[in-house]
């Protein structure tokens, strides 16, 4: 009994509107996540160049000036925000347009001829 209920749920499932509507629920979510590991990847390699940066300050010049944090994580930012963006909705795009193209039509009627 348990097993033909969750047999006929899934069956439920498979129908062209609620498979659609499951399809467009998780290419948005590959969207989001795709946007948030390109920008947590545009954010960390700013920070590795700019460690880096800071170490060949400090060894060019001991008593010279620090490097400033500012001018190298604010641009990464503006940059990850786009690129993330770009890529998330590249992703987001493309999911949709493929949920939409894949679209079964209703079978057709016979003329009666």
């Known amino acids: ?3 033909a209920a969750a047999r006929r749920r899934v069956a439920a499932l498979r129908q062209p509107v609620p498979a659609a509507r499951i399809a467009r629920a998780l290419w948005i979510a590959w969207a989001a996540i795709v946007c948030n590991v390109v920008f947590d990847r545009v954010i ?3 920070g ?3 460690i880096a940066a800071a170490g060949r ?3 060019a010049n001991p008593s010279g000036p620090l490097v400033n944090m500012d ?3 604010r641009p990464a930012v503006a940059r990850g925000f786009r690129i993330a963006g770009a890529a998330g909705g590249a992703v987001l795009l493309t999911g949709l347009a493929a949920v939409k193209k894949s ?3 209703p079978p057709q009627q016979p003329s009666g001829r």
Do not use: G, P, S, T
């Open 1 to 3: 009994m348990l097993i």
């Open 103 to 105: 679209r079964v039509a």
């Open 57 to 59: 300050a400090a060894r």
């Open 48 to 50: 590795r160049n700019y």
């Open 71 to 73: 001018e190298w994580m």
């Open 44 to 46: 960390v390699v700013a």
